[in-house]
């Protein structure tokens, strides 16, 4: 009994110790600016050169450890992936990275919360995890348009709702591969941005997040209508 309790105090002692490691990430990642993101091109751009392959694994490394614990990392090493292997491979990087991390914390979420978390908070609840289930190609898709929406809430949200991992990560790819393209493009002509809101445009932002909204409702609201009816 007491071995047991002593391996449930250092379990409490690693999380806690992990949550602590995480908070002090996000202060420190907080701190990043556009300006820090052309420094670390200007110093990493003769590296890239010499070793593309090197380079793509160090951004597509850095972009997964950053998904992984849901750190505000993701747009900033885009661009800086677009700077240092142009708009394509860039892209590239970015999007392997995000869905490395993105897995990892899918499933971190699904062994530590069970796939049914969702229905225990309610109808409410256990209805919306139904129509995610339902559709979740689509519903996935659609949020990850969002680019208003922070990355790792939907991720924990799909794994609590006992989404399949295939599929979500089918939608994941899909809403999150025109993102990751613009900035890419945009980090391509890194120099020339005067801040990191110049890399997608108000316009284009307006466009996503309806586009996504759009899906979304169509993946979750229309099925939940038809069955009403």
């Excluded at 990642?29 to 052309?38: H, S």
């Excluded at 590296?47 to 392959?53: C, D, G, K, Y």
Aim: charged letters at 15%; a positive charge; one cysteine or more.
């Amino acid at each position: 009994m007491r071995s047991d309790d002593a391996q449930r105090n250092r379990l409490w002692i690693l999380l806690a110790a992990a949550l602590l490691a995480i908070a002090v990430a996000w202060v420190a990642c907080g701190r990043f600016d556009l300006d820090d993101v052309k420094r670390a091109a200007r110093a990493l751009d003769a590296t890239a050169a010499a070793h593309p392959l090197l380079a793509f694994l160090g951004v597509t490394a850095a972009q997964a450890a950053g998904m992984a614990v849901s750190l505000p990392t993701k747009a900033l090493l885009a661009l800086l992936a677009g700077a240092l292997l142009g708009p394509f491979a860039g892209a590239a990087a970015t999007e392997v990275g995000v869905l490395a991390g993105t897995t990892a914390l899918f499933f971190g979420c699904r062994r530590a919360l069970g796939p049914d978390t969702l229905s225990r908070f309610g109808r409410l609840a256990s209805g919306l995890q139904d129509r995610l289930r339902s559709r979740p190609v689509l519903a996935v898709a659609g949020l990850r348009l969002v680019v208003t929406i922070p990355y790792g809430p939907i991720t924990i949200a799909c794994a609590a709702a006992g989404m399949d991992y295939r599929r979500f990560l089918l939608g994941s790819l899909l809403g999150d591969l025109p993102v990751a393209a613009l900035y890419a493009f945009a980090g391509s002509r890194l120099m020339s941005l005067a801040s990191a809101d110049e890399a997608i445009s108000p316009a284009t932002v307006v466009v996503l997040v309806v586009a996504g909204v759009a899906m979304f409702a169509a993946a979750v609201v229309v099925p939940a209508r038809k069955r009403a009816g």
